[in-house]
């Protein structure tokens, strides 16, 4: 099926998608995603949005893609993070995306490279965001976290959810989660959420499985919970990497159904700079 054809597809679903990518730190990186990108926009995203390093480190090359990302055509939202920024570099940045075209941003708090301390002027994401509706008004959407299945550094589940109403309360627009494969946890979240007064669109996170010491390194580093029954399956197939991509497609293939027939508002995709793994989940729906 070629790319027009999946496109077709989608707009069969009658469901905006998104797409995430990382920043790459080599010439050749930024031509392989460039091929990658034109690939994915057969897909029609709503838009593109591209991480952000600890600390900020990838400030440049994120704003490079995002700068690369608007001249092919496509909206493009930039991650934002301010844990060691000040007031003042926030509305540096802001003048800069804001002269780039960029019109909507992922606000989070951000991690802080290692060795580091605290340091900056805002403490929390919601900081954050009422700062950047203070500076610039209605000209960004914002986009925040969420956490179905509860930040790692939450002191509970509650404080968590208090703490991504605060976001939305701040002025946030919509969200997108952390990547999950127990969609129940989602649904759970976003009745929480509701019933607490949050009326903003959240679009759950999705990361296609294409490796299995890849997506477990990363879930144990974001909190991220792999079912027992998905982590002993992957651990069987050893290095068989044919049986965990189609193993991972029918998963993952699984949930999005699981998803879209729940009413979610829309989808979006954690691609690794990779083109396959998404198009084929959407293929398979």
């Known amino acids: 099926m070629t790319i027009e054809e999946k496109a077709e597809v989608m707009s069969g679903l009658k469901l905006p998608i998104s797409l995430e990518f990382f920043p790459p730190k080599t010439p050749e990186g930024a031509e392989k995603l460039r091929g990658v990108r034109q690939q994915l926009y057969g897909l029609k995203p709503e838009f593109c949005s591209v991480t952000y390093g600890a600390g900020g480190s ?54 802080l490279p290692s060795g580091y301390g605290a340091g900056g002027e805002f403490h929390y994401a919601s900081d954050l965001v009422a700062f950047i509706r203070a500076e610039t008004g209605d000209d960004f959407h914002i986009e925040v976290a969420a956490y179905p299945e509860i930040h790692p550094q939450a002191k509970s589940p509650e404080a968590d959810l208090q703490a991504f109403v605060a976001k939305v309360k701040a002025g946030a627009n919509s969200a997108i989660t952390q990547y999950f494969y127990n969609s129940d946890a989602y649904f759970r979240f976003v009745d929480d959420a509701y019933k607490l007064g949050v009326d903003v669109p959240i679009v759950p996170g999705i990361m296609p499985i294409t490796s299995s010491s890849q997506l477990l390194r990363f879930s144990d580093a974001c909190g991220a919970e792999i079912p027992r029954w998905i982590r002993l399956r992957l651990q069987a197939y050893g290095d068989d990497t044919t049986s965990i991509k189609a193993f991972g497609l029918d998963v993952v293939a699984d949930l999005c159904e699981q998803l879209i027939n729940g009413g979610v508002p829309a989808l979006h995709f954690y691609t690794m700079n990779q083109s396959a793994p998404t198009t084929d989940i959407l293929n398979r729906l």
Request: glycine share 12%; charged share 20%.
């Open 58 to 111: 990838t400030q440049e090359g994120t704003f490079a893609t995002v700068g690369a990302i608007l001249k092919e055509g496509v909206a493009a939202a930039s991650h934002f993070s301010c844990i060691g920024a000040t007031k003042s570099s926030v509305r540096e940045e802001l003048a800069t995306l804001k002269g780039m075209g960029v019109k909507r941003l992922v606000a989070l708090r951000g991690d």
